[in-house]
């Protein structure tokens, strides 16, 4: 079954303190990407990766890192986190231009 | 730079009854055209997608949209709502490379009711 899965489901931490958003797929797609999803604000790329070793700013990257050392994995990096890092994130694969993007379940984050 | 406007914030119809959700976007040369629908506490799920070729481009669960150049719009439509179609629905935009840069639009959520 095609999956991408995203950990922890639900995060709370305190300002500061570094923390990952890990992402794993295991359909093989060259491309994966990160989002934030703000009320009002919709879904705004952070980063994507178009291979491995590959990775570019999207949107809003400021305060976050990524990393594509394995074509599978695309881990979400949060060196120190703000309460406007408060949010739900989302990992995104795809496997080309026909087909669709694939969505993981989300990862809500609270920096108190 | 490319960008999505829904317009529609909150959209309430009754079972039943016929949906349009309403996308206009910017871009400089021929869009790639999304519809995703996202169920509370899920990730997006794809409802149709236009490349190219026909306007009228039909999707999963009996949606469609119409991409209609003149106007820059992408609005999706469907005949009958039903109660399961309540969810939040987005409009993006991505540019002629395909994924590099997909510009979601601020989300419509629909509810239904009996």
């Known amino acids: 079954e095609a999956q991408v899965t995203q950990n922890p489901r639900y995060l709370i931490t305190v300002t500061g303190k570094k923390l990952t958003v890990t992402c794993s797929q295991n359909?093989?797609?060259?491309?994966m990407s990160w989002y934030r999803q703000d009320p009002g604000l919709g879904l705004r790329q952070i980063y994507y990766s178009m291979n491995v070793e590959v990775t570019d700013k999207g949107d809003v990257p400021e305060g976050y890192k990524v990393s594509r050392k394995e074509k599978r994995n695309f881990p979400l990096i949060l060196e120190s986190p703000s309460p406007n890092q408060t949010s739900l994130y989302f990992c995104?694969?795809?496997?080309?231009?026909?087909?669709?993007?694939?969505f993981g379940n989300g990862t809500r984050l609270t920096v108190t | 730079a490319q960008s999505v406007t829904q317009p529609d914030i909150h959209i309430t119809v009754s079972e039943g009854a016929s949906l349009e959700l309403r996308c206009n976007y910017s871009y400089g040369a021929t869009p790639y055209l999304f519809w995703y629908v996202q169920s509370p506490g899920q990730g997006l799920q794809l409802l149709l997608k236009?490349?190219?070729?026909?306007?009228l481009v039909q999707g999963i669960k009996g949606f469609e949209a119409e991409f209609k150049r003149s106007q820059s719009s992408f609005n999706l439509r469907k005949p009958s709502v039903h109660w399961s179609d309540a969810a939040e629905y987005f409009c993006a935009v991505g540019d002629s490379g395909g994924y590099q840069k997909v510009t979601f639009g601020t989300g419509t959520k629909l509810q239904v009711i009996p």
């Open positions: 359909m093989n797609h060259e491309y």
């Open positions: 236009y490349f190219s070729g026909d306007t």
């Open positions: 995104a694969t795809g496997g080309g231009i026909n087909s669709p993007l694939h």
